[in-house]
Nanobody, 119 residues
Framework: QVQLVQSGGGLAQAGDSLRLSCEVS????????MGWLRQPPGTERESERE????????????DYADSVKDRFIISGDSDKNIVYLQMNRLKPEDTAVYYC????????WGPGTQVTVSP
C-alpha cells in the first residue's frame, strides 16, 4: 500500500521560515514528479486546492505559483521519491493546509499538514 508521509509545518510568524517534507512509503511505480498544493482556510473541496510548486524528476523541471515564487524552494530526491518545500519569508496569506502529491501513472496524496502564519 502506497502512502505519502508528510512532516514539518506548524506555527510561524510573518517573515519566518518553515520546511515541509513528504516521502513516498510503499512500492510505487512510475512516479514522474512530486508537488505541493494548499487548501486555504474556509475551503473544503479538493478542487479548491491551490497549486504551490512542483518538480519533475526528468530534467529537474520546477514550477512555482506566482504567489510563492522567490520565497519558496522545492527540492527532492528522485531515487527515494522525497520532496521538500522550504518556505521563506512567510506571509499570513500562506496559512493553509499543505498537501503533497505525486505525478505519474497514479497520483497519490498526503494527509495534509497545517501551516499557520501570524502577522
Amino acid at each position: 500500500q502506497v502512502q505519502l508521509v508528510q512532516s514539518g509545518g506548524g506555527l510561524a510568524q510573518a517573515g519566518d521560515s518553515l520546511r515541509l517534507s513528504c516521502e513516498v512509503s510503499g512500492r510505487a511505480y512510475n512516479i514522474y514528479g512530486m508537488g505541493w498544493l494548499r487548501q486555504p482556510p474556509g475551503t473544503e473541496r479538493e478542487s479548491e486546492r491551490e497549486f504551490v510548486a512542483s518538480i519533475y524528476w526528468s530534467g529537474g523541471i520546477i514550477d512555482y505559483a506566482d504567489s510563492v515564487k522567490d520565497r519558496f524552494i522545492i527540492s527532492g530526491d528522485s531515487d527515494k521519491n522525497i520532496v521538500y518545500l522550504q518556505m521563506n519569508r512567510l506571509k499570513p496569506e500562506d496559512t493553509a493546509v499543505y498537501y503533497c502529491t505525486t505525478y505519474g501513472d497514479q497520483d497519490y496524496w498526503g494527509p495534509g499538514t497545517q501551516v499557520t502564519v501570524s502577522p
